[in-house]
């Protein structure tokens, strides 16, 4: 078969990426890979959730080479199902730094973390005092009674957030500050992180929770609507006197099964690359996990400087299934 193929097609190099990050600007990151490596990308898009159901139904016949997900609650979840294969690299190594990877073993790590976004609080400047939401344990507290709105305590973004909790405030306090955010909503969980942003604008929630690109996203609008809606909002980064805001990560990893193993490294270590960090930087408004990488972002410039946590973000992800035992305890939906 071999001598009906030209040796270019014979050597035709691929990459299968399955992708769940959601956001247009990616696009320019492929089409540079491609471009350097000569290595063809074939893409599949879709949702977390939809991803793994794929890869698990597909097994070891997968054609998944390398694949990157959107949140440490998932990617920590998608390790334990046996879905990524350890790497040992030198370039992942000295750029992705070590809290921000997976599980480490002889093998190397089963994922890296490639850029990172802020869970932080917004609230109505006129309804609430910034005093009162300085922290997330404050959300819990008597005084924001009846002010608090959150997407679902299930999705990931929350699993991690509350994860995170746990592993600073210990198991019993979590519990009874989760108790508390459930007291104090102001409506039954629903919509994403943008929706929560509206409903604080609008003064419908007193204060709410949302990833930071989400708000970068609205305050680099041009739309007057979203204008007028971060002129209503104030943020906060939380915690900055104790542990630190809660950091959550997008990341990537190589496919148990990949039959283009040695792409699969070369395209993750591509995306440690300046280029590829400024490129999540300044399109999806996430910060580049590599450090010393120049943003050129008036949003995120905006958020200045913080005060992050630094817990692994692997043990984020580990304390989800004992945080949606509370949740369903508490009856937080
Ligand atoms: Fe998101």
Partial sequence: MGAWLSPAAAQEQVLNLYSARHYQTDEALYANFTKST?????RVDTDDAGLLARLK????????????????ARLWQAEEDGLFQAVKSKTLDARIPAQLRGKASEAGSAWFGLSTRARVIVYNQQAVKKEDVLNYQDLGSPKNKGR????????????????AVYEHIGAEATEAW???LVTNMARAPKGGDTDQIKAVASGECGVAITNTYYLARMMRSE???DREVMSKVGVVFPNQQSWGTHINIAGGAVARHAKNRD??????????SN???SYFANGNNEWP????????????????NFKSETIPISKVGANQPQVQKMLDRVGYK
């Fill in 223 to 225: 739309k007057p609507e």
């Fill in 289 to 304: 996990a590599v450090s010393g990488v120049r943003l050129s972002n008036v949003a995120l410039e905006s958020f200045g």
């Fill in 178 to 180: 989760l108790k508390g």
């Fill in 148 to 163: 608090v709105c959150t997407r679902s305590g299930s999705h990931p973004y929350n699993l991690s957030l509350f994860g």
């Fill in 263 to 272: 792409n699969a490294i070369k395209f993750l270590e591509y995306l440690s």
């Fill in 57 to 72: 139904s597909e097994g070891a016949a997968s054609p998944a080479d390398v694949i990157l997900l959107v949140d440490a």
């Fill in 38 to 42: 000569g290595i063809r990308i074939n």
């Fill in 275 to 277: 280029e590829a960090q």
